[in-house]
């Protein structure tokens, strides 16, 4: 047990590096959750799992796809980062659809009067009673940046876990890595979102600031997951 674990304590320490990023990317994604869905505050319409699980397990998938093309680090966390990117950033661009064409309100912040990076006014386009709605530009980047983050962690996660020396055959060796990556993930997940406690709209949200509890928790939650997995599928 000592032997596997010490042939392979730099992936430990990816594993763990991966899923303090997909901690604190967490803090990056506007969550409105119930809210949101009925445009009584900023950000997307459901619950911060379940985003962060949606980006992070689509960086995951795509990492997963790469992996089968080449052994290439750079590469693997580039597809990981790029395809929770453009999932995360789907999802905004659609409920905006929604919240702009459906439900005929503005995207709005109620945090600042004035966007961080266009500089537009916010506060005479929030509706009386609400705290905010839609997803204005400072929380679509935010988000962006955070499912960049959660994708890179991810696919880290992934990488770090096929990477151990084993014997198992190749298609069990998948299918407990993915076990593995999938667990390490849906834990960081859930980490920040009781360290945010409801909603967020982004890296201007007062809430942000609380990102180093999570991560510092984070850090040690995962390194004894990382340690846990290690053991088992170096042990096979």
């Not at 905010?132 to 959660?150: E, K, N, Q």
């Not at 890595?177 to 909603?199: H, K, L």
């Amino acid at each position: 047990m000592a032997g596997v674990l010490a042939a392979n304590f730099l992936y430990v320490i990816l594993i763990t590096l991966g899923g303090v990023l997909v901690s604190g990317s967490v803090h990056f994604v506007p969550v409105g959750g119930a809210p949101a869905a009925m445009a009584q505050a900023t950000g997307i319409g459901t619950g911060t799992v379940q985003l962060a699980a949606g980006a992070g397990l689509t960086g995951l998938v795509t990492a997963g796809a790469m992996l089968s093309l080449t052994d290439s680090m750079v590469l693997i966390l580039a597809a990981g980062m790029v395809g929770a990117m453009i999932m995360i950033g789907v999802t905004m661009m659609v409920g905006n659809l929604v919240y702009v064409y459906g439900v005929g309100v503005p995207p709005a912040s109620a945090k600042v009067d004035y966007d961080p990076i266009t500089k537009d006014r916010q506060d005479i386009y929030v509706s009386q009673g609400t705290e905010g709605h839609g997803l204005p530009t400072v929380s679509f980047v935010s988000g962006i940046i955070g499912g960049g983050l959660g994708g890179i962690g991810g696919a880290l996660v992934y990488y770090s876990l096929m990477s151990i020396a084993n014997g198992m055959a190749s298609a069990d060796f998948v299918g407990l890595a993915a076990i593995f990556a999938v667990g390490i993930f849906f834990v960081n997940a859930v980490i920040p979102s009781y360290n945010i406690g409801g909603t967020i709209e982004g890296f201007h949200d007062p809430k942000f600031k609380k990102w180093p509890k999570a991560v510092v928790t984070s850090l040690i939650v995962t390194f004894m997951c990382a340690i846990v997995s290690v053991i088992t599928i170096g042990g096979l």
